[in-house]
């Protein structure tokens, strides 16, 4: 990502005319370090599970919500206040926002959508969101029976699944969850 566009074509005036280059402007300092950490990827389901794959040897969270739940966004508060302990003892979170389920929003639509829900919520975890639409083919490759939103799962570091949560959930229960992933 090009932070400061206008630096890209004087950087290559400058290399095509010998002249010295512009010394660019430091990037903007955000005032949350979290901010700075918050990555938004759009993933087809089985992009996901290889996000979750390429994640074996780690205990991993999964936390399935969407910004038309009102469930999901108030539990996300307690996801990141449960899980604190579990990231940093190296357990990985991730959020996977379901925002094309039912709705006729495109995959751009989508991530704009769910990533300004994160920014707000001040989400320090990676989100993927889902660009799939059709909840049995998640069932199918996951291999588990999600119901409704919101929805936990948790993997062990061999990459099996050991916990699934259906439903909002509080910090004690996130930090219970994670332990789960962890044994």
Same mark, same amino acid.
């Given at each position: 990502?090009?932070?400061?566009?206008?630096?890209?074509?004087?950087?290559?005036?400058?290399?095509?005319?010998?002249?010295?280059?512009?010394?660019?402007?430091?990037?903007?300092?955000?005032?949350?370090?979290?901010?700075?950490?918050?990555?938004?990827?759009?993933?087809?389901?089985?992009?996901?599970?290889?996000?979750?794959?390429?994640?074996?040897?780690?205990?991993?969270?999964?936390?399935?919500?969407?910004?038309?739940?009102?469930?999901?966004?108030?539990?996300?508060?307690?996801?990141?206040?449960?899980?604190?302990?579990?990231?940093?003892? &190296?357990? =990985? !979170?991730?959020?996977?926002?379901?925002?094309?389920?039912?709705?006729?929003?495109? %995959?751009? #639509? @989508?991530? *704009?959508?769910?990533?300004?829900?994160?920014?707000?919520?001040?989400?320090?975890?990676?989100?993927?969101?889902?660009?799939?639409?059709?909840?049995?083919?998640?069932?199918?490759?996951?291999?588990?029976?999600?119901?409704?939103?919101?929805?936990?799962?948790?993997?062990?570091?061999? &990459?099996? =699944? !050991?916990?699934?949560?259906?439903?909002?959930?509080?910090?004690?229960?996130?930090? %219970?969850? #994670? @332990?789960? *992933?962890?044994?």
């Amino acid at each position: 990502m090009v932070r400061n566009r206008a630096i890209v074509p004087a950087l290559l005036l400058a290399a095509c005319s010998g002249e010295p280059a512009p010394t660019p402007a430091p990037a903007p300092q955000r005032a949350d370090a979290s901010a700075a950490a918050l990555a938004i990827e759009p993933r087809d389901t089985a992009g996901i599970v290889q996000w979750i794959a390429a994640r074996r040897g780690q205990p991993v969270l999964v936390n399935f919500w969407a910004t038309w739940c009102g469930p999901c966004l108030a539990e996300l508060p307690d996801l990141l206040a449960g899980t604190r302990e579990f990231r940093a003892r &190296g357990g =990985i !979170v991730v959020t996977v926002a379901m925002e094309q389920l039912g709705l006729d929003l495109g %995959a751009e #639509a @989508a991530v *704009a959508k769910a990533g300004a829900k994160a920014r707000e919520l001040g989400l320090d975890v990676p989100v993927l969101v889902c660009t799939d639409d059709e909840m049995p083919t998640i069932r199918k490759v996951l291999g588990v029976a999600l119901g409704g939103l919101p929805q936990t799962l948790t993997y062990d570091r061999t &990459g099996k =699944i !050991v916990q699934q949560h259906e439903g909002i959930a509080d910090a004690a229960e996130f930090a %219970a969850l #994670a @332990a789960a *992933a962890e044994r």
